[in-house]
């Protein structure tokens, strides 16, 4: 016996190829934290202990916020609170570590590396957020979107790339 199959709602297939890209971009992400991270140890240890959050913003924004990675030893504590999302805490936590700042001799090939990877990883955090609300306003209109995510413990990106890859119930 033959069972008709309904089609799948476009907004399903939009967000089947969101879901998979911000996955994508996720797994990226993760790479060039991995190796920036691995690149700051190598060259200046310290500074990784200023944030629990490597890829917080305000820890890219201070990486990327002059054009030599060592002038970031260098910046007064007024530029420095002129640095987006750097607040006080912040500020004087990046002075405590200015006063003892050493840098490997690989500084200079290094340096550069990581200013990009850093770069990179703040432009994929935009991007990220960006399918996040997308992948919110499609579920919104999705009726078995709407039905996942009532359910306790599903947030958005687990219940768009749910839906996104049952496509539609009549399957089952």
């Known amino acids: 016996i033959l069972q008709e199959v309904e089609a799948t709602p476009p907004e399903h297939k939009v967000l089947k190829r969101i879901t998979r890209r911000r996955r994508q971009l996720v797994e990226e992400k993760v790479r060039l934290l991995n190796r920036m991270q691995c690149d ?58 200015q006063r003892g700042a050493h840098f490997s001799e690989e500084i200079d090939i290094v340096g550069p590396m990581i200013m990009s990877d850093a770069a990179r990883i703040r432009e994929l955090k935009a991007i990220i957020g960006g399918l996040k609300k997308e992948i919110t306003r499609l579920i919104g209109t999705s009726r078995l979107g709407q039905l996942i995510e009532s359910i306790p413990g599903f947030g958005i990106t687990c219940t768009g790339e749910l839906v996104a890859e049952i496509g539609n119930m009549s399957r089952f």
């Open 40 to 97: 700051i140890q190598s060259v200046c240890p310290e500074l990784l202990n200023l944030v629990k959050n490597k890829d917080s913003i305000c820890f890219l924004n201070l990486l990327t916020s002059r054009d030599h990675f060592t002038d970031i030893a260098k910046i007064r504590r007024s530029t420095i609170l002129k640095i987006e999302g750097i607040g006080k805490v912040f500020a004087d936590k990046v002075q405590n570590w």
